[in-house]
């Protein structure tokens, strides 16, 4: 079973405050997570990703967090900012064959000023 | 931004007719990926392509099919639409197949079976 789960479809943070975003995944084999973010009538962007090996990725505002004991990551967003509004997807590749990315649902985020 | 296009961007058609989306690149990147958006489904990938001529599934590849006869371009051709196929097309690319290589999406094609 190789899936990737978000189970908040949505989220609203007020401006300045920090955005958590989180992500499951079932399949201990998975080696790789990334996180993309997408606009309306656009294509989804990459973001920020992360390897097993690590428990913690920082960019900028973002950060990732992987828990894998928990088979969990989350996605920090530190300070919000009204341009942090949109869907945030995590992905993994599949553990047979990393050419294909298990995508989660996706969440959307609203950052009110 | 990565150099890709799709086109069309936007098109409405009837069930059973063919369909053919193109997606086109100037990066020289060798994968590139066919995915659809449904509500409630995220992103799934239809095919992916790992050079010119050479593709592969994925996991919602019926009802599709795709060529790759030059390294820019990909197709995805609906041979009969259905409405079950209307949907949000986004084709991706990517430089290589490790996971360290991000895939680049084009701005979709947005497909409506009547």
């Known amino acids: 079973d190789q899936q990737v789960k978000q189970n908040s479809p949505s989220l609203s943070v007020q401006e300045g405050r920090i955005s958590i975003l989180n992500c499951d995944y079932t399949?201990?084999?998975?080696?790789?997570f990334l996180w993309y973010k997408k606009y309306p009538a656009e294509g989804p962007t990459f973001l920020i990703s992360i390897s097993s090996i690590k428990d913690k990725n920082e960019d900028g505002r973002f950060t990732v967090f992987l828990n894998k004991s928990a088979k969990h990551l989350s996605l920090h967003i530190v300070p919000s900012q009204p341009g942090d509004s949109a869907v945030y997807f995590c992905a993994a590749p599949n553990a047979g064959n990393n050419r294909k990315l298990i995508w989660g649902l996706g969440t959307s985020l609203a950052v009110n000023p | 931004d990565a150099g890709i296009t799709q086109s069309p961007r936007h098109k409405v058609t009837e069930t059973g007719t063919p369909v053919t989306l193109r997606c086109h690149q100037t990066?020289?990147?060798?994968?590139m990926y066919w995915y659809r958006q449904d509500p409630g489904h995220g992103l799934r990938l239809i095919h992916y392509s790992y050079g010119v001529k050479d593709t592969d599934k994925g996991e919602v590849s019926d009802g599709y099919s795709v060529s790759r006869s030059k390294t820019e371009d990909f197709l995805l051709t609906l041979e009969s639409a259905t409405s079950s196929q209307t949907s949000v097309y986004f084709c991706?690319?990517?430089?290589?197949?490790?996971?360290?290589?991000?895939?680049?999406f084009g701005p979709g094609t947005r497909l409506t079976v009547l």
């Open positions: 399949n201990s084999m998975f080696d790789y």
């Open positions: 990066e020289n990147h060798r994968y």
């Open positions: 991706a690319i990517s430089g290589d197949w490790r996971p360290s290589d991000t895939q680049y």
